[in-house]
C-alpha cells in the first residue's frame, strides 16, 4: 500500500506554477498550509502516510502483546509524532497528558482513509486508483481482525484441564496394561508414551497466544523491520521532475548489435533525474519546515537540495518488519 501511496498521486500542472514552487529557504508552516497541493505539500503528506502505515505495523505488534503505552515506544512514538494528536509536546501544550488508546491499529486506518479521501477529492489520483487504495486499506483491517481472532481466542479452560486430566490418567494406567507382555520394557515404552503426550499438551499452550516474547513466538519485531526496510528503500528515490519518466534512459537508437557497449547503446544517462534521499528519518537539505498538517497527516521535515522537496520527516524509523500489505 505504501507503494501506491508513493506513486499513484498526480502533481497538478498547476503546482509547477513559480507561484507554487518558491525557494527552498521559503518553504514554512504556513506556505504548505496555504497551498496544499504544491508539490512541496503532496510529496509531505505522502511520507506522512507511509509513516503511518509503518505505525500501523508496529502499533499492531504491541497491540497484540496488550502494550497500550504507545508514547514510551520509541520504534512507535517517532512514526506518529508528526499527527498533533500523538504528539506529546502538543498534548502538554494544551493540557492534556497522553492516555492509553484501545485499539490504536484501528484508530490510525481512519488517518489513513482520511489521506486517501483528501487525494480522491483533490483529484490527485483517478477512481481506478482510489479502488486499489480502499482496496488496500480493506485488507489491513481484515488482517487486524483476524490477528485480534487468533489472540483473543484461546484454547477453552474447561477443555484444557479436561484433557490434562485426561492424559495424566492414562499414563498413570498405561503400565498395568503393558508391563504382563513386556516386562521390564514397560518402562521404556511408558517414557516414550509420556513425553510424546505431555509435548503434544505443551504445545497446545504455547500456540494459545504466538505474539508474544518466547524463543517459539512468532518474529512479529522481525516482520515489522523488514517493512520499514522496504518502505525506507521505496521513499529513498524522490519523486521526478515533470515530464522525467524516471527510467534515467535516454533516446534508444535502433539496432543493438552495433558492437557498441550497452550503455553506450542505449544512450544510457548515468543517474538520470532520480534525487536520493531517506524516506523515512533526517534528509539533509536546504530549509526547515516545522510542523506540516495535511488531512490528519502531520509531517516535519526540511527541505531537499536538488529539488526543494521536504527532507527531514519527523516520525522516520529504524528497522521495522512484518509483511502484509503495507
Known sequence: MARYVWI??????????????????????????TNPLSPHAIENGQRGCCNVLLAFAVATKHYLRNEHDWWTYDNLYPLLSHIPAYNVAHLASTGTVPSRIPDLPLELTHHIAAYIDHLRTNSLIDVSHYSLLTNSLSSLTETLTTLERIQSTPIPLAYSIHLSQTVILFLLALPFQLVIAFGWGTVLAVIMASFTLLGIEAIGEEIEDPFGYDKNDLPVDLYCESVMEEVEMLLRFRRYEKGDTGLGWGVIKSGCGNGKGAEESAGYRSGGNHHPGTGIGPQHGHGNVDSIVVVGMHTAGGGGADDGGPGEVEGGGGGGGGGGDI
Open 8 to 33: 499513484f498521486p498526480t502533481i497538478p500542472p498547476a503546482a509547477y506554477s513559480s507561484s507554487s514552487n518558491p525557494d527552498t529557504n521559503e518553504i514554512d508552516d504556513d506556505y504548505l498550509k
